[in-house]
């Protein structure tokens, strides 16, 4: 079978080229997903932890006059 297929990818490379394409914009497509994803869960993560977090105390400085 593979004979056969080098046999035509001879005669005419186009559709094996179209598919080497098509694999690149699909794999450019994953990759592009996969960062703004990965961005969105960080923000949604960063919000989050603003959201939860607790005002620190504020602690005043005792002064003592000599």
């Known amino acids: 079978m593979s004979t056969l297929l080098f046999a035509l990818m001879r005669e005419n490379p186009l559709p094996g080229l179209a598919a ?4 690149v914009i699909v794999a450019l497509c ?7 994803l990965g961005i969105t869960i960080a923000m949604i993560a960063w919000a989050h932890s603003l959201a939860t977090r ?3 105390p504020v602690r ?7």
């Open 60 to 66: 005043l400085q005792r002064r003592t006059v000599a």
């Open 20 to 23: 080497a394409s098509l694999n």
């Open 30 to 36: 994953l990759v592009a997903l996969s960062l703004l």
């Open 54 to 56: 607790e005002p620190a």
